[in-house]
């Protein structure tokens, strides 16, 4: 069996069952997000959105600020209902099981769908390792070597083992920013999720340190399916494969990235990735 069966077993083997079972499975696309609709209290952030996500690719979503990017990808792995007073709508699919199904339960879906956010927040008492090896620990992974191997893994998959393999027991405070935000892609992909929400991961980082996440972005997405959430144009142009353009929580226009920045279908689309606003 190899490490990722292997962790697979004991992670879906806690708790609750693998809500995806194959024989329900429906494969069009990873994520089908249908009418889905969020508030905060009485205020509306997100309004009848609906968006296909394929599989093994890599989708920017793009707005001004405040247009709801930010509450769009915490709705897709229940991060949202976490808000107190919030609630929301719709439909989120994910491998054909909707993940708001009163069955299925939410620490799983975080688990499945991993998360990277803006600042680089790694856990401020823990070793490099111990950052990396959190998660596995905390849903009962044992043996020792198994996790010895996913922290390498993770790490490797995350650009960063060369740079602190011999230093692993060093608190991951000390690392730069940008290696920080690699040490935080490696904690998410040592859970192994199937898709990885990243928002505004280089906004915080040098451009150097943004070019490495860049390149990373576009190595993972063989392995995963990338939904980014972005300010920088010309990083959703290099890197997203489909890009989304979102204004005052409605999904203005959304189709292949090189469609949307060449040739969009929509005066707004136009006037914002012109800069002429945002
Ligand atoms: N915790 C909250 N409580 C109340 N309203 C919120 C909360 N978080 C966001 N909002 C509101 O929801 C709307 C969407 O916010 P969101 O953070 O999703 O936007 P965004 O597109 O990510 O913006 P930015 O580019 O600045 O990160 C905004 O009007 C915002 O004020
Ligand atoms: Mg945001």
């Given at each position: 069996m190899s490490n990722e069966e292997e962790l697979a077993r004991v992670v879906f083997s806690q708790?609750?069952?693998?809500?995806?079972?194959e024989e329900q499975?429906?494969?069009?696309?990873k994520v089908s997000i249908k009418k889905l609709e969020a508030w905060f209290g009485t205020k509306?952030?997100?309004?009848?959105v609906s968006l296909d996500v394929k599989e093994n690719t890599i989708t920017a979503i793009i707005g001004p600020?405040?247009?709801?990017k930010t509450t769009l990808i915490r709705c897709l792995n229940r991060?949202?209902?976490?808000?107190?007073?919030s609630r929301s709508r719709g439909q989120v699919i994910i491998d054909g099981i909707d993940?708001?199904?009163?069955?299925?339960d939410p620490v799983i879906i975080k688990r499945r769908i991993g998360m990277v956010f803006q600042k680089p927040n790694p856990?401020?008492?823990?070793?490099i390792y111990d950052n990396v090896a959190a998660g596995l620990k905390l849903n009962g992974v044992k043996d020792r070597q198994l996790i010895d191997e996913i922290v390498k893994e993770s790490l490797q998959g995350a650009g960063l083992w060369d740079e602190v393999k011999n230093e692993l027991?060093?608190?991951?405070?000390?690392?730069?920013g940008g290696q920080q935000q690699r040490l935080c892609i490696a904690r998410a992909l040592a859970m192994q999720p199937e898709v990885l929400l990243m928002d505004e991961?280089?906004?915080?980082?040098d451009p150097m340190a943004s070019s490495k996440i860049e390149e990373l972005v576009h190595d993972l997405k063989q392995e995963l399916t990338i939904i980014i959430v972005t300010h920088n144009m010309q990083q959703a142009a290099r890197v997203s494969d489909y890009t989304a353009f979102m204004y005052l929580g409605e999904l203005v226009e959304y189709g292949p990235t090189k469609k949307i920045f060449?040739?969009?279908?929509k005066e707004l689309t136009e006037r914002y990735i012109s800069g002429k606003f945002g």
């Open positions: 708790g609750s069952e693998n809500p995806l079972k499975k429906e494969q069009t696309y509306q952030a997100i309004k009848d600020s405040g247009c709801g991060m949202h209902e976490m808000t107190p007073s993940i708001y199904d009163r069955n299925i856990f401020p008492t823990m070793s027991d060093k608190p991951g405070m000390g690392l730069s991961p280089t906004s915080a980082l060449e040739n969009p279908q």
